[in-house]
Protein backbone atom coordinates (compact mmCIF):
# COMPACT_ATOMS: atom_id res chain seq x y z
CA UNK A 1 0.00 0.00 0.00
CA UNK A 2 0.89 3.41 -0.85
CA UNK A 3 0.40 6.81 1.69
CA UNK A 4 0.76 9.93 0.49
CA UNK A 5 -0.18 13.23 1.88
CA UNK A 6 -0.05 16.90 0.38
CA UNK A 7 -0.06 20.40 1.58
CA UNK A 8 -0.45 23.47 -0.25
CA UNK A 9 -0.67 26.83 0.11
CA UNK A 10 -2.64 29.46 -1.99
CA UNK A 11 -0.92 32.49 -2.64
CA UNK A 12 -3.42 34.09 -3.85
CA UNK A 13 -5.95 33.54 -6.51
CA UNK A 14 -3.85 32.38 -9.65
CA UNK A 15 -0.37 31.25 -7.60
CA UNK A 16 -0.18 28.04 -4.88
CA UNK A 17 3.11 26.06 -3.65
CA UNK A 18 3.38 22.61 -2.19
CA UNK A 19 5.12 19.80 -1.15
CA UNK A 20 4.31 16.06 0.09
CA UNK A 21 5.56 12.71 0.75
CA UNK A 22 4.39 9.40 -1.24
CA UNK A 23 5.86 7.11 1.35
CA UNK A 24 7.91 4.94 0.95
CA UNK A 25 8.60 6.46 -1.72
CA UNK A 26 9.51 9.81 -2.24
CA UNK A 27 9.18 13.49 -1.69
CA UNK A 28 7.76 16.44 -3.74
CA UNK A 29 8.09 20.24 -3.68
CA UNK A 30 5.77 21.66 -5.97
CA UNK A 31 5.01 25.44 -7.65
CA UNK A 32 1.63 26.18 -9.97
CA UNK A 33 0.55 29.29 -11.42
CA UNK A 34 -2.88 29.68 -13.51
CA UNK A 35 -5.38 31.92 -15.04
CA UNK A 36 -8.96 31.78 -15.76
CA UNK A 37 -9.40 32.79 -19.43
CA UNK A 38 -13.03 31.89 -19.07
CA UNK A 39 -15.67 30.94 -17.21
CA UNK A 40 -14.49 27.02 -18.99
CA UNK A 41 -11.08 27.28 -19.21
CA UNK A 42 -7.92 27.67 -17.43
CA UNK A 43 -4.40 27.63 -18.47
CA UNK A 44 -1.14 26.98 -16.08
CA UNK A 45 1.84 26.18 -15.25
CA UNK A 46 3.49 24.22 -13.47
CA UNK A 47 6.57 22.22 -11.63
CA UNK A 48 7.21 19.47 -9.36
CA UNK A 49 10.38 18.14 -8.07
CA UNK A 50 10.45 14.58 -6.85
CA UNK A 51 13.08 13.80 -4.33
CA UNK A 52 13.09 9.71 -4.26
CA UNK A 53 14.29 7.50 -1.14
CA UNK A 54 15.39 4.41 -3.40
CA UNK A 55 17.65 6.38 -5.38
CA UNK A 56 20.94 8.53 -5.72
CA UNK A 57 19.30 11.43 -8.15
CA UNK A 58 15.80 13.92 -8.36
CA UNK A 59 13.41 13.72 -11.19
CA UNK A 60 11.72 17.38 -12.38
CA UNK A 61 8.68 17.58 -14.43
CA UNK A 62 7.63 21.36 -15.70
CA UNK A 63 4.23 21.21 -17.47
CA UNK A 64 1.60 23.52 -19.12
CA UNK A 65 -1.58 22.97 -18.41
CA UNK A 66 -4.96 23.52 -20.18
CA UNK A 67 -8.57 22.77 -18.51
CA UNK A 68 -11.80 22.96 -19.22
CA UNK A 69 -14.90 23.05 -17.71
CA UNK A 70 -15.84 23.64 -14.06
CA UNK A 71 -15.44 22.73 -10.30
CA UNK A 72 -18.41 20.03 -11.05
CA UNK A 73 -16.85 18.32 -14.08
CA UNK A 74 -13.64 18.86 -15.94
CA UNK A 75 -11.33 17.76 -18.65
CA UNK A 76 -7.86 18.52 -18.06
CA UNK A 77 -4.64 17.84 -20.49
CA UNK A 78 -1.01 18.70 -19.57
CA UNK A 79 2.20 19.03 -21.67
CA UNK A 80 5.99 19.23 -20.35
CA UNK A 81 8.99 17.16 -19.55
CA UNK A 82 10.01 14.33 -17.67
CA UNK A 83 13.62 15.36 -16.27
CA UNK A 84 16.19 12.39 -14.52
CA UNK A 85 19.11 13.55 -13.08
CA UNK A 86 21.86 10.99 -11.18
CA UNK A 87 24.08 12.19 -8.76
CA UNK A 88 27.06 9.60 -10.07
CA UNK A 89 27.02 10.03 -14.05
CA UNK A 90 28.37 12.67 -16.02
CA UNK A 91 26.25 12.84 -18.88
CA UNK A 92 23.93 14.93 -17.86
CA UNK A 93 20.16 14.73 -17.64
CA UNK A 94 17.53 12.18 -19.34
CA UNK A 95 14.74 14.28 -20.93
CA UNK A 96 11.61 12.81 -21.96
CA UNK A 97 8.68 14.53 -23.39
CA UNK A 98 5.43 13.80 -20.87
CA UNK A 99 1.77 14.38 -21.31
CA UNK A 100 -1.41 13.60 -19.49
CA UNK A 101 -5.06 13.97 -19.83
CA UNK A 102 -7.28 13.71 -17.14
CA UNK A 103 -10.61 13.81 -15.58
CA UNK A 104 -12.90 14.42 -12.82
CA UNK A 105 -16.87 14.39 -11.95
CA UNK A 106 -18.43 15.21 -8.68
CA UNK A 107 -21.23 12.96 -8.13
CA UNK A 108 -22.59 14.63 -5.13
CA UNK A 109 -21.60 17.70 -3.33
CA UNK A 110 -18.27 16.11 -1.41
CA UNK A 111 -17.38 13.12 -3.97
CA UNK A 112 -16.17 13.17 -7.06
CA UNK A 113 -14.08 10.79 -9.48
CA UNK A 114 -10.90 11.13 -10.99
CA UNK A 115 -9.34 9.35 -13.45
CA UNK A 116 -5.73 10.50 -15.54
CA UNK A 117 -2.99 8.78 -17.77
CA UNK A 118 0.26 9.97 -17.96
CA UNK A 119 2.24 8.98 -20.82
CA UNK A 120 6.56 9.86 -20.69
CA UNK A 121 7.31 9.19 -24.28
CA UNK A 122 11.05 7.50 -24.69
CA UNK A 123 12.61 6.02 -27.60
CA UNK A 124 11.95 2.34 -27.85
CA UNK A 125 9.75 2.41 -24.59
CA UNK A 126 7.19 4.68 -23.76
CA UNK A 127 5.02 4.23 -20.24
CA UNK A 128 1.87 4.87 -19.65
CA UNK A 129 0.69 5.16 -15.87
CA UNK A 130 -2.67 4.92 -15.46
CA UNK A 131 -4.73 6.75 -12.01
CA UNK A 132 -7.78 6.32 -10.44
CA UNK A 133 -9.22 7.46 -7.28
CA UNK A 134 -12.35 8.19 -5.43
CA UNK A 135 -11.84 11.65 -3.08
CA UNK A 136 -14.11 13.14 -0.30
CA UNK A 137 -14.10 16.75 0.31
CA UNK A 138 -14.19 18.06 4.18
CA UNK A 139 -17.26 20.18 4.70
CA UNK A 140 -14.46 23.21 5.12
CA UNK A 141 -13.81 22.53 1.69
CA UNK A 142 -9.59 22.81 2.80
CA UNK A 143 -8.90 18.89 3.66
CA UNK A 144 -9.71 15.97 0.88
CA UNK A 145 -9.10 12.25 1.55
CA UNK A 146 -8.82 10.05 -1.59
CA UNK A 147 -8.50 6.39 -2.21
CA UNK A 148 -7.88 4.24 -5.15
CA UNK A 149 -5.35 2.96 -7.29
CA UNK A 150 -2.36 4.12 -9.31
CA UNK A 151 0.91 2.34 -11.46
CA UNK A 152 4.60 3.52 -10.66
CA UNK A 153 6.92 3.38 -13.30
CA UNK A 154 9.93 -0.28 -12.87
CA UNK A 155 7.82 -1.01 -9.72
CA UNK A 156 7.29 -4.75 -9.22
CA UNK A 157 3.88 -4.72 -8.52
CA UNK A 158 2.70 -2.19 -11.65
CA UNK A 159 -0.64 -1.16 -9.90
CA UNK A 160 -0.79 0.28 -6.06
CA UNK A 161 -3.76 0.69 -3.73
CA UNK A 162 -3.39 4.57 -2.57
CA UNK A 163 -4.85 6.32 0.20
CA UNK A 164 -4.43 10.29 0.55
CA UNK A 165 -4.89 12.91 2.76
CA UNK A 166 -4.49 16.44 0.80
CA UNK A 167 -4.53 19.40 3.05
CA UNK A 168 -5.38 23.36 1.56
CA UNK A 169 -3.98 26.67 3.85
Known amino acids: MVLANQVDFQLGDNFAVGAGAL ?4 VVVKAKASIKASELLHLGL ?8 YDEGSFTHPYAIVTV ?5 YLSFTGGYWIERYRYFDNGPDVYPMI ?11 WRFFAEAAAVL ?7 LPTFNFSN ?3 SGRGMFEFGIMALPDAQIPVLPILSYHRLF
Open 69 to 73: GDRER
Open 23 to 26: IPAL
Open 122 to 128: QAGSNIV
Open 46 to 53: AAHQYFPF
Open 137 to 139: LSA
Open 100 to 110: TVGGSFAFTSN
